[in-house]
């Protein structure tokens, strides 16, 4: 399995942006995928993820009612639609794949099982 994130780039305060993670080597029935934020000089936080088991979607306080996960299957794609950016948005942005079907899973950076390389996300005036 692999993980293409994509969609990073520079914007102001109070824009967008859409990330991009595909994921190829299998199918998006299996996995659960997640967005994660490695901000300079903090740990690697979990954003959100999409559980294709139940449909689930999880998001961190952090980023809540701004930003929204989505996917397509015909794709094989997950976005992650990203409103209202802050300042403290910027961090190199990764996307992560867990086995949606095993026995139990976390959404943690010991939890994934496949990880893309990131994409940088700077939210600067």
């Known amino acids: 399995v692999q993980l293409q994130a994509s969609g990073g780039g520079t914007v102001q305060p109070g824009g967008s942006l859409r990330l991009s993670c595909a994921l190829s080597?299998?199918?998006?029935?299996?996995?659960?995928v997640g967005w994660f934020r490695q901000a300079p000089g903090k740990e690697r936080e979990g954003l959100s993820y999409?559980?294709?088991?139940?449909?689930?979607?999880y998001y961190s306080d952090s980023v809540k009612g701004r930003f929204t996960i989505s996917k397509d299957n015909a794709e094989n794609t997950v976005y992650l639609e990203m409103n209202s950016l802050k300042p403290e948005d910027t961090g190199v942005y990764s996307c992560?794949?867990?086995?949606?079907?095993?026995?139990?899973?976390?959404?943690?950076?010991?939890?994934?099982?496949?990880w893309g390389k990131g994409t940088q996300v700077t939210v600067s005036s």
């Open positions: 999409i559980n294709p088991v139940d449909g689930s979607t």
């Open positions: 992560a794949a867990v086995n949606a079907w095993g026995s139990s899973w976390s959404f943690s950076t010991y939890g994934m099982d496949y």
């Open positions: 080597g299998s199918t998006l029935e299996h996995w659960a």
